[in-house]
């Protein structure tokens, strides 16, 4: 599967969305559902799919403990023992999750299969240095509907680093055609300040100027025990993968279980009131 090879929608299944953010390792077994049954509809449609989730409460908690992403080279020998028993834990538990979203997804008729990238993607300094690809691109044409992660990784400058899904997505986007990105989270979409303060309003659409330059000014607030960068990580792999690819691939907003989640997903628009559109200016 080469550069030209098309990937109809890839779906990250929020932390926030599928996970309590706030309580150790606790999944939220019915928006996982709701998610599943609909990754079904689009398998049933002949989408090519490909999901990403993140770790939320299985991964965040642990990596913050042990200061995964901070590295670990800098550390004297017995703090460098510990933080590997810590990147251990970290892997253990997004990787717990995986096998519960698999779980769901095989379930639900989906031939999910998850590929963990720990062991495969390299960082420098936090930056993707090596991403592995082939798996992926192997078990789409096989028909299977690849699981992907964030997950903790070694980093070749500072020992070790955490890999988000959306920093995943964004490589996956430069090597696939990929012809929409939905992000789906526990809010209704992207608003101009955190959704919890009074008077934030819903963003339908979001214009990306050649120069990363928004139609609107965005607030915007992240969760205590996040070690990635909440919504506005989201926000800037979704305006890099917007650029990237020349405005051909929008990227979404959407609630789980929402009906512009499916819209998103199975149709690549949004007709409903709920959900957010990030595009090319001018497109
Ligand atoms: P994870 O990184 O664990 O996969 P996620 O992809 O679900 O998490 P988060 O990083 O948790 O996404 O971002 C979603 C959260 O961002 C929502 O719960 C929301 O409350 C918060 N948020 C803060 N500011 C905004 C904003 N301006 N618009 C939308 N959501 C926002
Ligand atoms: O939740 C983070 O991935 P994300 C991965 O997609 C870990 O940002 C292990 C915290």
Redesign the pocket.
């Given at each position: 599967m080469g550069e030209s090879t098309q990937v109809d929608v890839i779906i990250?299944?929020?932390?926030?969305?599928?996970?309590e953010?706030e309580q150790l390792e606790t999944l939220k077994l019915e928006s996982l559902r709701q998610a599943a049954a609909l990754v079904h509809t689009c398998v049933r449609q002949g989408l090519v799919c490909v999901i990403v989730?993140?770790?939320?409460?299985f991964?965040?908690h642990h990596a913050k403990k042990f200061g995964i992403n901070d590295g670990s080279s800098h550390l004297p020998p017995e703090s460098q023992a510990q933080s590997r028993i810590g990147f251990c834990q970290t892997h253990l538990a997004v990787t717990k999750l995986s096998h519960l979203v698999s779980d769901c997804l095989v379930e639900n008729g989906v031939p999910a299969v998850t590929v963990s990238p720990c062991s495969t993607w390299k960082t420098r300094n936090g930056a993707v240095e090596t991403s592995c690809i082939q798996p992926i691109s192997d078990l789409v044409l096989q028909g299977f509907v690849p699981v992907i992660h964030?997950d903790c990784v070694l980093d070749s400058c500072k020992g070790s680093a955490i890999l988000?899904?959306?920093t995943i997505i964004k490589c996956l986007c430069s090597h696939y055609s990929v012809s929409r990105v939905v992000?789906?989270?526990?809010?209704d979409?992207?608003?101009?300040?955190?959704?919890?303060c009074e008077g934030?309003t819903l963003?339908s659409c979001i214009s990306v100027s050649p120069n990363r330059h928004l139609n609107v000014d965005?607030?915007?607030?992240?969760?205590e025990c996040?070690v990635?960068?909440?919504?506005?990580?989201?926000l800037q792999s979704a305006i890099d993968i917007v650029l990237n690819s020349k405005g051909l691939t929008p990227v979404f907003?959407c609630k789980i279980g929402s009906e512009s989640a499916k819209e998103a997903c199975c149709d690549g628009k949004i007709t409903s009131k709920s959900g957010?559109v990030l595009h090319l200016e001018n497109s």
């Open positions: 990250k299944l929020g932390g926030s969305s599928i996970t953010k989730h993140g770790a939320g409460s991964g965040h964030g988000s899904g959306d992000f789906l989270t526990d809010v979409g992207v608003y101009n300040n955190p959704p919890e934030s963003l965005i607030g915007t607030s992240k969760n996040d990635t960068g909440g919504i506005m990580l989201k907003v957010t």
